[in-house]
């Protein structure tokens, strides 16, 4: 609240050092003799007003969050700017009486436009960022734009400025009011008036009303110093008789204290974000990474870890992770407690392990008993074979004990012959039971023998 207090009256301090300086050349204009000073005073009081509206331009458009709002108030910065360079060329460059006459008629361009975006800022507040307000608030553009074209055209009709004669209107000297003159400062109040009563009802901040009054002092100053240039009061016309000027800053300082007291919404109050922050370790940093707004109980970090996590993210040694990301003019950075999730990682790396420890017990497993099936299988397709052929296989051995006992060349040739028709038999015997085993298998899904295609 402090630091906030000091910008506050910093801004404020500078303001009216510009403005104090603004005056201070016009007593010097009042006052001296020399044209130099003269002309040198001028200048510097217009380039003092001058950048002192742009500056505010560039920090609306930097401040206000929604679209529409700060383009509306941007425009009546440039129509501020706008103002006052028609003032300078009107009074210090252009000579010309009747182009003065029609640039005095131009002033009512910002006048009038003005209070109208500021009924349309109002009519935006409290929307998305990304807001348009619908087409039928187009119809509010209507009066303005005639009393601006009525204006305009003073000359061909004399109802906001009446001269009684030709030399009259050629020095702008003797003129008086005409009835369009009070329906423009009329229509100026109501859209003003309008404007607040808007921003006043959409209103949600809490304890308000104690600076609720701030944007009234710029509102009331306006409407008072409006009915005394009217009445040509001479302290009001004499000493503060430079409309352009007054009203620019009445302006600017009604947004500004509308901005101040919350009526319209920035993103300037970042030590009470921070401040009403719980559970966030979220910091903002300059491009030199020096700390500029940070949350209650925040770590602070050295400038060299911050600008490692530009590139990534930092584990911190207590399981926490360092952020980084870059905004406007710096970066944010924030802690997050990643320590449950490194727990929970190392704990899956774990069961990892033990599961491909466990896999390749399995396949272990599964290759030996694959071996033993295939072993089983060929022992009884063996034994399955000799019972088939066992007959037969005796026959043979019968046969060969004869064929070692025969004496006769052809006893022996009768007796091979017949083993031969019984090893003959014996081999298609297991080939035929081989192939009938083949099929049973494949059929049964059991694995085939190997080498058994073969046998």
């Known amino acids: 609240m402090a630091i906030r207090q000091r910008q506050f009256w910093n801004a404020a301090a500078a303001t009216a050092a510009v403005v104090v300086g603004a005056v201070l050349c016009r007593v010097v204009v009042r006052t001296t003799q020399v044209a130099f000073l003269e002309n040198l005073a001028n200048f510097v009081r217009f380039f003092l007003y001058f950048g002192l509206f742009a500056f505010w331009g560039a920090s609306v458009r930097q401040r206000v969050m929604q679209t529409q ?38 002033y009512y361009v910002p006048l009038l436009l003005i209070p109208l975006l500021a009924l349309l800022v109002s009519l935006s507040l409290g929307r998305s960022e990304q807001f348009r307000l619908p087409r039928q608030t187009s119809l509010l553009y209507a009066p303005t734009v005639l009393l601006i074209l009525l204006a305009l055209s003073n000359d061909a009709h004399q109802w906001m400025f009446t001269f009684p004669d030709q030399a009259a209107m050629q020095t702008e000297l003797d003129y008086r009011y005409g009835a369009l003159y009070y329906v423009v400062c009329a229509w100026i109040i109501l859209s003003s008036a309008a404007a607040f009563l808007a921003m006043l009802a959409k209103c949600r901040i809490p304890r308000t009303k104690k600076i609720i009054w701030m944007p009234l002092v710029p509102f009331g100053a306006a409407v008072l110093y409006a009915a005394l240039y009217a009445l040509r009061v001479p302290f009001v016309v004499n000493e503060l008789g430079d409309l352009a000027m007054f009203d620019c800053l009445i302006f600017a300082a009604f947004f500004e204290s509308c901005i101040r007291c919350g009526l319209v919404q920035s993103n300037t109050r970042y030590y009470d974000l921070f401040r009403a922050s719980v559970g966030t370790s979220a910091q903002i940093t300059d491009r030199a990474h020096r700390v500029r707004f940070t949350a209650s109980g925040s770590e602070t970090f050295p400038p060299e870890v911050m600008m490692e996590a530009e590139r990534s993210n930092v584990l911190l040694p207590d399981g926490k992770r360092l952020s980084s990301m870059p905004i406007n003019g710096g970066y944010v950075v924030w802690t997050e407690d990643i320590s449950e999730l490194l727990a929970l990682r190392e704990k899956l790396e774990s069961v990892q392990e033990e599961l491909s420890a466990r896999n390749e017990i399995v396949r272990m497993e599964y290759a030996q008993e694959k071996e033993e099936k295939t072993i089983e299988e060929q022992n009884r397709l063996y034994d399955l074979m000799q019972q088939k052929t066992q007959s037969q296989l005796d026959g043979a051995k019968a046969l060969a004990a004869r064929y070692e006992a025969a004496e006769s060349e052809d006893e022996r040739r009768r007796i091979l012959a017949r083993i031969v028709v019984l090893g003959s038999y014996i081999k298609r015997r297991k080939d035929f039971v081989l192939s009938q085993q083949g099929a049973s298998v494949e059929s049964d899904h059991v694995l085939p023998l190997e080498g058994g295609g073969a046998a």
Do not use: F, K, Q
């Not at 700017?81 to 300078?88: D, G, K, P, S, Y």
């Not at 252009?94 to 005095?104: E, H, S």
């Open 69 to 106: 709002v700060r383009g509306y108030l941007v425009a009546v910065a440039v129509l501020m700017v706008l103002w006052l360079t028609l003032r300078e060329l009107r009074w210090h460059i252009v000579l010309n009486p009747d182009v003065r006459r029609w640039m005095w008629y131009l």
